[in-house]
C-alpha cells in the first residue's frame, strides 16, 4: 500500500501516536495550540494504517527590525521522529518534508529547521525543496561522566555562584502555577529588552508545565530572593539530553544575588540528578559573530558544536539568491 500523509492541526482530530521525542510530541503539540499566536502542524505518514513517523512544526508571527517588519515563520525543531529503520523507508524524511513545506508556505513567509542531531541528515531532500543551509553552533554540557556537573564550570562562575547563595537567593523548581506565572512575567521582562529574542505568552509556559507533569518531561526552576522571584529557566527533555529552552534573571536589580547565573546551574544540577547525558543550551547564535548568550552560558563549561540550520523562503528567488551566497 503507498504512503498516504495526513495533516493534523488541532488536537481533537490527533490520533493516539507513539513516540518518545519531546519535540514532535502530542504534548508539545497541544501546548503550542494553546498558545496565543501560535499555529501547529503535524504530518504523519501512515501505510495499512500503521505511523512510520512524523515532524511537528508551528506557525507562529515574528517581528523582525528590517522589512518586511511582521512575518509568519514556521520552526521546526529537528527532523522528525521514526517508527522504522530510515534505510527501510528512504523516501519517508522526503515525503513528510515536502508536506510541509507545501502546507507551511500557505500561511508563513519562512520556515526554519533548528536543533538537528545530525546536521548532514537529509541535505538532498532539503535541497530538493529549495532550502539553504546556514552554519550554526550548538552548545551541551556533558554530564555523564561521575562528576559534578560543576567541575567544569570557570572558577569565576563558581564564586559568584557561592556568593548568590551566601547573599540569600535560593533555586528550586516551581510549584504552584501562581509561581509559573510570576516567573513568565519576569522572564518577558528581562527579554522585553533583547529585541531580537522571541519570547512567547504566559499560557506558552503555563501549558507546559500542564502537558509534560506526569512524563516530566519538563520543569520550571525559579530563583527567588526574599520571597520575590528574581529569575528562572524552562528545561524540557527529550531522550537522554536535557534542553535548556528560555532563561533569564533580574540581574542589574538584584545583582548581588546573580540570578541568571542561579537559574542555568540549578538546571544543570538537575539534569545531573536525574541523569541526563547531556544538557543542551538552545539557540545560541550564529558561529561568525558575538552572541553575548553563547559567550555567557560557555563559562558553565560546555562545548561548542558545529551544526546547520535550513532555511526556507516563499520567494523562490530569495531562496536561489541566499543559496549561491551561503554556498
Known amino acids: 500500500m503507498p504512503l498516504q500523509l495526513a495533516t493534523y492541526r488541532r488536537s481533537d482530530d490527533l490520533p493516539a501516536l507513539p513516540g518518545t521525542d519531546t519535540f514532535h510530541s502530542t504534548e508539545l503539540f497541544r501546548t503550542y495550540e494553546a ?3 501560535y499555529r501547529p502542524l503535524l504530518i504523519v505518514a501512515w501505510e495499512d494504517g500503521r505511523p512510520l513517523g512524523k515532524l511537528l512544526g508551528v506557525i507562529r508571527r515574528s517581528v523582525r527590525l528590517t522589512p518586511p517588519a511582521f512575518i509568519h515563520r514556521c520552526e521546526v525543531y529537528g527532523t522528525g521522529e521514526y517508527f522504522v529503520p530510515v534505510g ?49 553552533l550548538r552548545v551541551r554540557n556533558s554530564l555523564h561522566d561521575d562528576r559534578p556537573a560543576e567541575a567544569r564550570f570557570s572558577p569565576s562562575r563558581l564564586r559568584q555562584i557561592r556568593k548568590g547563595l551566601k547573599n ?27 529585541i531580537r529574542r522571541h519570547f512567547p505568552s504566559m499560557s506558552f509556559f503555563r501549558e507546559l508545565e500542564q502537558q509534560f507533569i506526569e512524563g516530566h518531561h519538563s520543569k520550571i526552576f525559579i530563583v527567588t ?10 528545561c524540557v527533555y527529550s531522550g537522554t539530553t536535557a534542553y535548556l529552552w528560555f532563561s533569564g534573571g533580574m ?27 547531556h544538557l543542551e543550551f538552545m539557540d545560541v547564535g550564529l558561529p561568525f559573530r558575538r552572541h553575548g548568550y553563547r559567550d555567557f552560558v560557555l563559562r558553565f563549561g560546555g562545548k561548542q558544536i558545529s551544526t546547520r ?5 516563499r520567494w523562490e528567488w530569495l531562496n536561489r539568491l541566499l543559496s549561491r551566497f551561503y554556498e
Request: charged share 25%; with cysteine; proline share 5%.
Open 88 to 136: 527501510q523507508q528512504p523516501d519517508l524524511f522526503a515525503a513528510l518534508l515536502r508536506q510541509l513545506t507545501r502546507e507551511a508556505l500557505r500561511h508563513c513567509f519562512l520556515i526554519e529547521f533548528r536543533n538537528l542531531d545530525d546536521p548532514k541528515f537529509g541535505y538532498l531532500h532539503f535541497r530538493q525543496e529549495g532550502y539553504f543551509p546556514i552554519n550554526w
Open 309 to 313: 540550520r535550513w532555511f526556507r523562503f
Open 168 to 194: 540569600g537567593a535560593e533555586v528550586r523548581e516551581a510549584r504552584t502555577p501562581q509561581e509559573t506565572e510570576a516567573f513568565a512575567r519576569m522572564l518577558h521582562h528581562v527579554y522585553s529588552f533583547k
Open 35 to 37: 498558545t496565543p499566536g
Open 225 to 234: 530572593y526574599r520571597g520575590r522571584i528574581i529569575g528562572g529557566s524552562a
Open 251 to 277: 540581574r542589574k536589580t538584584y545583582a548581588l544575588q546573580y540570578p541568571g547565573i542561579l537559574a542555568v546551574w540549578g538546571a544543570l544540577a538537575d539534569a545531573k540528578q536525574r541523569g541526563f547525558r
